[in-house]
């Protein structure tokens, strides 16, 4: 299993949109490394919510419950992606930009290094440590 994060303004869609919807379909991505990310998603894995621009904060675990396909909001002859994810939990608290910036193990995070990038891999011990940052059982 991978570990992902994926951004929404929650103005746009938020935690509470997708568990209102039971899952949605994450299209949208018009960025190359962003859509090399969604392409390697497999089914199973779980991706971190985070609420980009007002929040900026993890706020909730998702599955991947359907793995690339053209994304249907994409132009003829544009090669675009998209993923379904549904959620699997809400997190205890949210963990802000601000813990995340001043946690020295976190400072390779791909939500550091790259912080305009709205699909990012976690690596295994962040994705723990964000986690338990956060007040959550560990979730697998």
């Keep these: 299993m991978a570990y992902w994060l994926m951004k929404s303004e929650p103005e746009a869609y938020s935690w509470d949109d997708l568990v209102r919807d039971k899952g949605t379909e994450w299209d949208g991505v018009r960025n190359n490394a962003a859509t090399l990310h969604l392409k390697a998603m497999q089914v199973g894995d779980r991706?971190?919510?985070y609420h980009s621009m007002s929040d900026k904060a993890v706020v909730g675990i998702m599955e991947i419950v359907r793995?690339?396909?053209p994304d249907p909001k994409a132009k003829e002859g544009e090669r675009w992606v998209s993923v379904a994810v549904k959620p699997v939990e809400k997190l205890?608290?949210?963990v802000t930009l601000a813990e995340v910036k001043a946690e020295p193990k976190l400072k390779d995070m791909e939500l550091i290094r790259q912080?305009?990038?709205s699909v990012a891999p976690v690596r295994p011990e962040e994705w723990a440590l964000l986690l338990e940052m956060a007040g959550a059982k560990?979730?697998?």
């Design 115 to 117: 912080s305009r990038l």
């Design 67 to 69: 793995a690339a396909q």
């Design 92 to 94: 205890p608290r949210p």
């Design 138 to 140: 560990a979730v697998a």
């Design 47 to 49: 991706a971190f919510l």
